[in-house]
């Protein structure tokens, strides 16, 4: 079965950077959408930022658009979200999804396949 985890949340104070990572397991994920979505409490899920499974174009939410960069390294399989200059009001669950359709692009993709999530919490 196909999976994907996610790392790399943690606790920081507001100005710094994390980077989280999506791992994914049981298939290629260079060839797939994958977003990266954000859900803080009482709040909706809201995707931030998506790399394309067709040509690797990127797009990201008006909210994290200059601080934050998803890029994809495939040898390790892996999806990466590097998150700088963090703001309290980023503090959140952050997952990665996937839609599992080949070289589909971010704005058709149906993320159907989603990670446990990792916790980011940015102190004021």
């Known amino acids: 079965q196909v999976q994907l985890v996610e790392s790399g949340g943690g606790l920081v104070q507001a100005g710094g950077s994390l980077r989280l990572s999506c791992l994914a397991l049981?298939?290629?994920?260079?060839?797939?959408?994958i977003g990266w979505f954000r859900q803080a409490p009482g709040k909706e899920r809201e995707r931030v930022a998506c790399?394309?499974?067709?040509?690797?174009?990127?797009d990201y939410a008006d909210s994290v658009r200059g601080r934050f960069a998803v890029s994809r390294d495939n040898d390790d399989n892996t999806v990466y979200f590097q998150m700088n200059n963090l703001k309290p009001e980023d503090s959140a669950v952050y997952y990665c999804?996937?839609?599992?359709?080949?070289?589909?692009?971010?704005?058709?993709?149906?993320?159907?396949?989603w990670g446990h999530g990792t916790q980011v919490t940015v102190l004021a």
């Open positions: 999804a996937t839609d599992l359709e080949y070289g589909r692009r971010c704005h058709t993709a149906d993320f159907t396949t």
């Open positions: 049981r298939f290629p994920s260079r060839s797939y959408a």
């Open positions: 790399i394309s499974g067709k040509d690797d174009v990127t």
